[in-house]
Nanobody
Framework: QVQLVESGGGLVQAGGSLRLSCAAS????????MRWYRQAPGKEREFVAG?????????SYADSVKGRFTISRDNAKNTVYLQMNSLKPEDTAIYYC???????WGQGTQVTVSS
């Protein structure tokens, strides 16, 4: 069993930055691809960013966040991060991390960007 706990969300003004963390317990994250998703009110959950399981692995991003968000991981700390810069009001959503292997999800962390 894997427990994922997201943190780092909050209220920020447009143009600001936040760093989300996803900490795992129960099983290691080091052997699984990881992804961030988000869900805005009234919208479906959407992919934000992904990272492979190996050291120096490739990353992928939704077009809407490319160049502004950066996903990274620290396998020694069993944690995945999402650095979010140049935030926009349309980035407002609940952000979830996902361990692809086994399809585990965290409870989400709220990000609110004011204009």
């Amino acid at each position: 069993q894997v427990q994922l706990v997201e943190s780092g969300g909050g209220l920020v003004q447009a143009g600001g930055s936040l760093r989300l963390s996803c900490a795992a317990s129960g099983r290691t994250l080091s052997n699984s691809n990881m992804r961030w998703y988000r869900q805005a009110p009234g919208k479906e959950r959407e992919f934000v960013a992904g990272i492979g399981w190996w050291s120096g692995s490739s990353t992928s991003y939704a077009d809407s966040v490319k160049g502004r968000f950066t996903i990274s991981r620290d396998n020694a700390k069993n944690t995945v991060y999402l650095q979010m810069n140049s935030l926009k009001p349309e980035d407002t959503a609940i952000y979830y991390c996902n361990r692809v292997s086994g399809d585990y999800w965290g409870q989400g962390t709220q990000v609110t960007v004011s204009s």
